[in-house]
């Protein structure tokens, strides 16, 4: 059998990663997942405390969707949306519309959560170009700091992670930037800027990258109506806060608020496969119809853009939200969570917990860079049975939101422990 751990040394470069540490540890080599838990190549078992990096709604193998994944690879399993369409599309993008926040009635295919928001930008940019008159200067994007919308240079323009963005800064456009769940700052910024700003880019109600930072109540509701004041498109990103990961399907709907734009990725396909939409009001759509020689069109696409593979995962996704009745069984689990955490945060290792539905940010508090402490606790958690990722010294828990009763438990009472070995361990001489 080929050394995986071997080949990943020699070969491969993984994603925010420093490799000079990695290629000195042990890399954990996962070779299947069923329920809440992966499997290594040594057969033992991990409580996936990231959902698959955010993503993963029902499980691994959950057998619904993998049964339609299994009968689309029978249909095709690509075309193109270039000049073709195929029947998942279609189903998803009216399944998508009939549950998202009023008004989002179109849907735009990409396939990433980068891709979703930048595509976002360009609708908006050129949405505001191609009306017109006064609108035509609004070129600006008004960005909250500590934003996260992915990766790509127009995503990364409206993001404000120092330690992620910091070095791309010359290559990214222009911005201004608000505070985040700061309404009074929106305010500031819009009344000096609002003529300028095409749109105001948001994650509705929690900044998940920043580490779970929460946003006050009624601070979107705020921004929507700052919006509608100045005359600015809202952009939510609900990359991260999509599909149930804040208690309701969509975060927005917690405030009643209703973007122009709206991000889609991670969770649509239940963690399965790539696949992101962004949706727009018709009002924005329109903005783009003429004849051919107007030049009005969208000119953006990828190759996979709305790959039938995925397109079936996430039907069959949203399939399983309605079957299993995902949403009502949720919120019993975020009250236990919620209970399991104060228990986490009354102890001295933790400065703070910070959660929102199932989405956890337990801030360690201010350690030395290089203790690496977020680090040290997911090390932990591995040798306890869990992986769990950091964010600088906030360490996240997000479970798959099919996470059983017993198995939250679990994966909190391995947080604390780890959390307890890795601080007293650091504070003892090496
Ligand atoms: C993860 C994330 C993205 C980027 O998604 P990718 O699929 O990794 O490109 C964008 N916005 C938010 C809010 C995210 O959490």
Known sequence: MPDHAQLDRDHVWHPFTQQQGWSEEEPLVIERGEGSYLFDSEGRRYLDGTAALWCNVHGHRHPAIDRAVREQLDRVAHTTMLGLTHPGATELAARLTAIAPAGLSRVFYSDSGSTAAEIALKIAFQYQQQRGGEHARRTRFVRLREAYHGDTIGSVSVGGIDLFHSTYRPLLFETHVAEPGDAADLERVLAAHGGEVAAVVVEPLVQGAAGILVQPEGYLRAARELCDRFGVLLVCDEVATGFGRTGTMFACEQEGVAPDLMCLAKGITGGYLPLAATLATEEIYEGFLGSYEE??????????????LACAAALANLDVF????TLERLQPKIALLEELLAELAATDEVAEVRQKGFMVGIDLGDHDDALRMGHRVTVEARRRGAFI???GNTVVLMPPLSMAEDELRELVAIAKDSIHAAVTESILPV
Not at 299 to 304: I, M, P
Not at 322 to 325: A, G, L, M, P, T
Request: a positive charge; zero cysteines; glycine letters at 10%.
């Open 295 to 308: 030049f009005r069109t969208f000119f953006h696409g990828h190759t996979y853009t709305g790959n039938p």
């Open 322 to 325: 309605e079957q299993e009745r």
């Open 389 to 391: 990722r950091p964010l």
